[in-house]
C-alpha cells in the first residue's frame, strides 16, 4: 500500500499527535488529579462534594488521552513501546492501579448513604489520585535521565514525583478558582499560592538536569543560533510564572473572565514546559536510543493507523468540548448523578 503521506513524514506525524495526546492528557487530567490531592485539605462534606462536583463531568473524559497516547506509542512505536514499558512497567501498575481506585472510589461516593462511609471513599479517592500524580512523576524523572540506574536517578525520579505532584496540586487549585465560589474558592486561591514556587523550583531543576545529562541536548539548547531562537521559551515561562504570582496575591477580583486566568497560565505552564522537554528529545522517542524513525511502523501500516487516527482524534475532541460546554458553570450540587 503506497502511503498518502512520504514514508519519512509518517513517523514525524504520528510523534506529533502522540505529543498532543500526552499534553492534553496531562493538562486535563492533571487538573482533576489535583482536586483529587488537594481534597484532605477540606474538611466540610459540603465543599469536598463542591470539590467532586467541579471535576464529575470531566474526568472519564480526560482519561482518554491517555488511552490514545499510549494506543499512538504501541502502534506507530512498537520497538520504543517495549523498551519504554519494560522500563518503567512497576510504575505503570501502580499508575493504573491508582486511576482505577480513583474511578471505583468516585462512582461509590456517590452511593455511600452514611458520612462515614462517604469519607472512606473519599480516602480511596485520594489514595488513587496520590498513586497516579507520584507514579507519572517518577516516569518522567526516569524518562529524562535515559533509564538511568543509581542513587542519584533515583533520587532524581522521586524529585520529579513530587514535583508533578505539586503541579497537579496547582492546576488542581486553579481549576476550583475558576469553578467554585465564596470559601472554598478561597482557599483554593490560598492552595496555589502555596503551591506555585515549589512548582516553579520543580521547573528549574528538571530543565538544568534535562541538558547535562546529554552533550546532543546540551548542544540543541546553547549553541548559537539555537540558543538565541529558544531563549523567549524559558523567558516565558519565567515571566508568566511570576504574572501568576501577582496574580494570585491580588484574588479574589471580581469577574468571572479574570478567574479564569490562573487556570489559563496554569495550562500555559504545562504547554511551555512540554514544549523545552520536546524540544530536547526530538528526534529520539527512546532517549538516545532510538529516534522515532528506527522505531516506527512500517509506513503501509502507518497509514492505515493515520486514517484510523483522524477519525477517532475529532471524536475525543468533540466530546471533550461538549463536556466543558455543558458542565461549564460553577460546582455546586452533585446533581448530575
Do not use: C
Amino acid at each position: 500500500m503506497t502511503p498518502f503521506l512520504p514514508p519519512e513524514w509518517l513517523p514525524v506525524v504520528f510523534a506529533a499527535l502522540m505529543a498532543i495526546s500526552i499534553l492534553a492528557y496531562v493538562v486535563l487530567d492533571g487538573f482533576d488529579l489535583g482536586v483529587g490531592i488537594l481534597l484532605p485539605r477540606v474538611a466540610e462534606e459540603a465543599d469536598r462534594d463542591r470539590m467532586i462536583a467541579a471535576i464529575g463531568p470531566f474526568w472519564d473524559a480526560n482519561e482518554t488521552w491517555l488511552v490514545l497516547g499510549i494506543g499512538l506509542l504501541l502502534v506507530a512505536f512498537p520497538a520504543a513501546h517495549g523498551i519504554i514499558l519494560t522500563e518503567l512497567y512497576l510504575a505503570v501498575a501502580i499508575m493504573l492501579a491508582g486511576l482505577t481506585l480513583r474511578g471505583v472510589a468516585f462512582e461509590f461516593r456517590a452511593k455511600a448513604d452514611e458520612p462515614r462511609r462517604k469519607r472512606r471513599w473519599d480516602h480511596a479517592f485520594v489514595a488513587g489520585s496520590l498513586a497516579a500524580s507520584l507514579s507519572q512523576g517518577w516516569m518522567l524523572g526516569r524518562y529524562v535521565l535515559g533509564f538511568a540506574e543509581g542513587p542519584a536517578a533515583l533520587a532524581f525520579a522521586a524529585m520529579a514525583a513530587v514535583g508533578l505532584a505539586i503541579a497537579y496540586a496547582f492546576i488542581g487549585a486553579t481549576w476550583l478558582i475558576w469553578r467554585a465560589e465564596g470559601a472554598l474558592q478561597r482557599r483554593a486561591i490560598r492552595w496555589a499560592r502555596s503551591a506555585i514556587w515549589p512548582m516553579a523550583v520543580g521547573i528549574l531543576l528538571v530543565s538544568v538536569v534535562t541538558p547535562l545529562v546529554s552533550a546532543r541536548i546540551f548542544e540543541r539548547w546553547f549553541a548559537l543560533p539555537e540558543m538565541l531562537l529558544l531563549a523567549p521559551l524559558p523567558a516565558a515561562t519565567a515571566g508568566l510564572l511570576l504574572g501568576l504570582g501577582s496574580l494570585l496575591r491580588h484574588m479574589p477580583l471580581p469577574g468571572d473572565a479574570l478567574r479564569r486566568l490562573p487556570f489559563w497560565g496554569a495550562v500555559a505552564l504545562f504547554a511551555l514546559f512540554f514544549a523545552g522537554l520536546a524540544w530536547s528529545f526530538f528526534p529520539y522517542v527512546v532517549p538516545e536510543r532510538l529516534t522515532i524513525w528506527q522505531a516506527a511502523s512500517a509506513p503501509e501500516s502507518l497509514s492505515i493507523i493515520l486514517a484510523g487516527a483522524m477519525l477517532v482524534l475529532p471524536v475525543i475532541l468533540a466530546y471533550t468540548v461538549l463536556a466543558w460546554r455543558v458542565f461549564g458553570g460553577k460546582a455546586r450540587e452533585l446533581t448530575y448523578y
